[in-house]
């Protein structure tokens, strides 16, 4: 029989990222909620993470987050939901989700559960296949359709599920689900789609939980919120005891991070929340009513992320006090600029100069022209096919400045401060290959499922 | 007639990532009133914002009124992915700054507008909505 209502708590926006409260977590606990679910990835975090298959969160605050969520939801027997394990869903994340809860569950005495685990990762093979079959891999965000050059340039490749996983795993019984890749709402969804209730307030309970306490206001992160679906509405409630859900801090929230605040796109279909209508129902809760869901018609697509290797790349570090260097500070990268090449002529690199007191923030957006500091701070990137290459690269472009030809300058003994003589080594250089989307007969067709007993 | 700047008028001025190709921006005002004045003032559209950050305006890929949150955002597109190399600001969340000092035309205090409340208005859609989530309610059931 259908439940009238279902509550589901929300512990941290990123699982992992920065550690959970546990002050209001257990508070929310208390109230025993029937899903424990979270999400542990963001593309926020740039290409490097899903292209050298490593993780941003550190490996303890990964594993203290998913200790508090098995621990009272394995007491409680509901069940426990992770989506895009170890900030990526890539198939090595989701392997290591599994190794700690194999480990939290030794270490707790838990009795044995059931553990269903998704991978999201997409062999390059198959994608490949599918474009020579003719089949568009269509952009996303103003990028083009994918092509083979794309395609090979890119190292590793995550497709985001919708609830189609998620939905699969609770119809087996999942106690707990290790999910890769996935949509952050689709989590909280598939349970209140599985659970019987309407697709609309679905999604919509998995739009505002996605962030757990980004909905609440004041500004406090890594805080729980706990989600209530009806058949008629979505109620959310902050747990911290100085937080509270109001009318403007989740509206507020439905801005966030996305380029339309009325409409979140799915894999099968889109949220619609153009006349949602928000009431304060308590102090620390809000209402919401008048979402609709829209079915896509035709096939579903599902969001394919991708990132590359551009090269490996060093960082230097150049300061600058001379006010004619300063006025002059065009001129002066030009000049190590043409020395690399000098010495590199015809050689594959990259060479980047952030000006800090110029333009270092903002780049070409920087309203302000005129340099209005009296000290620059260069950051110089280089980017090389090979280590050698790069931080020759990066020590020419650094160096350099610092025997700028420039006709005037009065310090002829070097026109450049340095905090340390030489260039640091930097994680390698990757770039976002792909946003894009492709058609599937089978909203499970890059979801790969498996079953097993821990304990 | 007078004007003040922006970061007088609005509560929240930040910018952030939309996904890997775009950074957007929101403006949101702590009473309707003022959003409702800065909105008809039209110091900040498409063209007002294309001429701020020196972009042509295709490189705005949305710019919406969001009257809900008392809000104005938009959102431009990146000349490169996020965390590409050259990147200077990975997460985008130091874009806003040039919005701070967007001088808004106000009306002497006699004029002001009266306030309104915050809250959305009821929509005579709701009941509709209402009976069609109730039809896919069925066929959602696993």
Redesign the interface.
């Known amino acids: 029989m259908?439940k009238k209502q279902l509550r589901i708590l929300c512990p941290n926006g990123h699982l992992g990222f920065a550690p959970t409260k546990e002050g209001s977590f257990w508070i929310g606990a208390e109230t025993k909620p029937d899903y424990y679910c979270c999400d542990s990835g963001s593309?926020?975090?740039?290409?490097?993470p899903l292209g050298s298959d490593t993780s941003v969160s550190p490996y303890e605050w990964q594993k203290h987050d998913l200790e508090l969520m098995l621990v009272a939801a394995r007491k409680q027997g509901v069940p426990m939901m992770i989506g895009s394990s170890g900030d990526t869903g890539t198939n090595s994340r989701v392997d290591m989700y599994v190794q700690m809860i194999r480990d939290l569950a030794k270490k707790h005495h838990l009795a044995p559960f059931k553990l269903v685990t998704f991978y999201s990762e997409v062999d390059k093979a198959v994608l490949r296949r599918k474009m020579e079959e003719g089949i568009i891999i269509q952009g996303?965000?103003?990028?083009k359709s994918l092509t083979a050059g794309e395609l090979e340039k890119t190292d590793r490749i995550v497709a985001m599920s919708g609830v189609h996983p998620f939905?699969k795993a609770?119809?087996m019984e999942a106690d707990v689900i290790i999910g890769g890749r996935s949509s952050d709402a689709a989590i909280f969804a598939a349970a209140a789609?599985?659970e019987?209730?309407?697709?609309?307030?679905?999604y919509y309970l998995g739009k505002v939980l996605e962030c757990a306490s980004f909905c609440a206001e004041p500004y406090m992160a890594k805080e729980t919120v706990i989600g209530t679906i009806t058949?008629?509405d979505v109620t959310v409630t902050a747990m911290h005891p100085e937080q509270r859900c109001t009318?403007?801090s989740v509206?507020?929230h439905?801005?966030?991070?996305?380029?339309?605040?009325?409409y979140e796109y799915f894999a099968g279909g889109t949220l619609d929340m153009t006349?949602?209508?928000?009431?304060q129902a308590d102090e620390k809760t809000t209402r919401i009513?008048?979402?609709?869901?829209v079915p896509t018609p035709g096939e579903i697509t599902v969001k394919l992320?991708g990132a590359g290797k551009?090269?490996e790349?060093f960082i230097g570090i150049v300061g600058i006090r001379d006010p004619y260097s300063i006025r002059n500070i065009n001129k002066v990268i030009d000049w190590a600029r043409s020395q690399v090449e000098e010495r590199l002529p015809g050689k594959e690199y990259?060479l980047?100069y952030?000006i800090y007191g110029k333009n270092?923030?903002?780049?070409?957006?920087?309203?302000v022209k005129e340099i209005r500091s009296h000290e620059l701070c260069l950051i110089v990137?280089g980017?090389a096919p090979t280590k050698e290459v790069a931080e020759e690269v990066t020590l020419i472009g650094s160096r350099q400045i610092f025997y700028a030809r420039l006709p005037e300058v009065k310090g002829t003994a070097g026109t450049a401060a340095f905090v340390i003589d030489g260039v640091l080594p930097a994680p390698p250089?990757?770039?976002?290959t792909m946003?894009h989307i492709v058609p599937v007969d089978d909203p499970m067709e890059f979801f790969q499922i498996h079953v097993t007993t821990v304990g | 007639m007078k004007t003040k700047k922006l970061v007088e008028l609005a509560k929240t001025i930040r910018s952030k990532n939309a996904g890997t190709d775009k950074v957007t921006f929101d403006i949101i005002f702590r009473e309707k009133d003022i959003y409702e004045l800065v909105k008809k003032g039209k110091a900040l559209t498409r063209e007002k914002i294309s001429k701020l950050f020196a972009v042509p305006e295709e490189r705005i890929s949305d710019f919406v009124e969001f009257d809900p949150g008392n809000a104005i955002k938009f959102t431009l597109y990146r000349k490169r992915p996020s965390g590409s190399p050259g990147e200077t600001d990975i997460f985008g969340c130091q874009q806003y700054p040039p919005l701070l000092d967007v001088e808004i035309p106000v009306p002497s205090p006699k004029q002001r507008v009266k306030p309104q409340p915050a809250a959305a208005s009821r929509d005579p859609r709701r009941r509709r909505q209402r009976k069609s989530s109730q039809k896919t309610k069925g066929k959602n059931k696993t």
Not at chain 1, 196 to 202: D, R
């Open positions: 259908q593309d926020d975090i740039g290409p490097g996303l965000d103003g990028r939905i609770l119809e789609i599985y019987g209730f309407p697709e609309a307030q679905s058949d008629q009318i403007a509206v507020g439905a801005m966030y991070e996305r380029s339309n605040p009325f006349h949602c209508n928000y009431e009513t008048g979402m609709i869901f992320e551009i090269g790349r990259q980047f952030n270092g923030v903002m780049g070409d957006l920087e309203p990137e980017v250089a990757y770039e976002w946003n």
